[in-house]
């Protein structure tokens, strides 16, 4: 198999990185990420014009990309950068949109934020046991109950929201205006929302959607493992840096063989990681895709959890400080784990397969 990037998708991450890198550097991240709106919209409005919504598309759909190697392109770099605007929402909103056959062109533009409400406190990750529910009124559908960890959702034009309609999950397109949203900021940065629907005027998206919803968190997975190695990959860097300049007793710490043992199985750890992120990215349209994003999910996290404590334990005291980066890189890397189904969730999804 070639692992090495087509030219387009090169050009992609080129673009997305040398931006970043000149708009998001740690403390300009930190202003933007832990302060309303917990983004910036003038950046979110440069990226959208730069193609990078666009590249969560099909073709067929009027972008220009939406495979897997796609996604993760395109994640793995916002993960360097610790981008806090809110593609993820935006690649979850697509991948439903795409499976419904709407138009997606407010999306690829930016002309309108989406935000996609899965999750509700009693249902963290299983639809199957979600509560808020759907009827019909005379010319559309209203919608009453819960949802919570809404990415994206403190900023967002519009939200597409998964419901019990006739008993199955199905999912409703609402404007903003037409909910309740209680935005906040997480704790390693970005935004979330509290969406709350009290007969909420709606219009449906789509009916019997547990396949699309399925599709789409695993599209969601494979972006958030990208991320994560990208994270990894740029906490990993620091900690090298620190490695060649602290000086002990004289001489750098990186000569301190133990130090060395403790670095080189980081690294293997991120490898395997960036491995099984290809492995899940070459199947996301597959018939096992959502086997080797949960596979994925489950790896990366226990490799994301060792990468921050190593990072931190190896640093001392200082990688705890605001203002040095590895802090920020660490709290996004355990963070990341929870997103749409964390370690123990994901190998369950694992073994079930495997013992359906």
Request: net charge negative.
């Amino acid at each position: 198999m070639n692992f090495d990037l087509t030219e387009d998708r090169r050009m992609l991450s080129d673009t997305l990185t040398r931006y970043l890198a000149d708009r998001y550097a740690i403390g300009d991240r930190s202003r933007t990420a832990y302060a309303a709106p917990f983004h910036d919209p003038d950046r979110w409005t440069e990226l959208a014009e730069l193609g990078m919504a666009g590249a969560l598309v099909p073709e067929t759909a009027g972008g220009f990309g939406g495979t897997g190697f796609d996604i993760a392109v395109l994640f793995e770099a916002l993960g360097r950068a610790l981008c806090p605007e809110p593609f993820l929402g935006t690649l979850l909103a697509s991948r439903l949109m795409l499976a419904a056959d709407a138009d997606q062109a407010q999306l690829i533009s930016g002309a309108r934020r989406f935000a996609v409400g899965l999750a509700e406190i009693d249902a963290p990750y299983d639809i199957g046991h979600i509560a808020s529910t759907a009827r019909r009124t005379g010319d559309g559908y209203c919608l009453t109950g819960r949802k919570t960890a809404v990415y994206g959702g403190q900023a967002a034009d519009e939200f597409l929201l998964v419901a019990l309609l006739d008993g199955a999950p199905a999912v409703f397109r609402a404007d903003a205006a037409a909910v309740t949203v209680v935005g906040y900021g997480m704790i390693d940065g970005g935004g979330a929302a509290e969406v709350l629907m009290e007969d909420s005027p709606a219009t449906l998206l789509l009916d019997n959607a547990t396949a699309a919803i399925t599709g789409a968190v695993t599209a969601g997975r494979l972006a958030l493992c990208a991320e994560a190695v990208g994270a990894m990959d740029a906490a990993y860097a620091i900690l090298l840096d620190y490695l060649k300049t602290r000086k002990q007793f004289g001489v750098v710490i990186g000569s301190f063989q133990a130090l060395q043992h403790r670095t080189v199985d980081l690294l293997m750890e991120i490898e395997q990681a960036r491995s099984i992120t290809i492995a899940a990215a070459a199947a996301l349209d597959g018939p096992d895709a959502a086997l080797k994003s949960a596979m994925a999910k489950t790896l990366i996290g226990r490799a994301a959890r060792l990468v921050a404590e190593e990072t931190i334990q190896i640093h001392g005291g200082i990688a705890m400080t605001w203002d040095y980066a590895a802090s920020h890189y660490a709290k996004r890397l355990i963070m990341l784990d929870h997103q749409l189904g964390d370690t123990d969730h994901c190998l369950d999804e694992v073994m079930q397969s495997y013992t359906a």
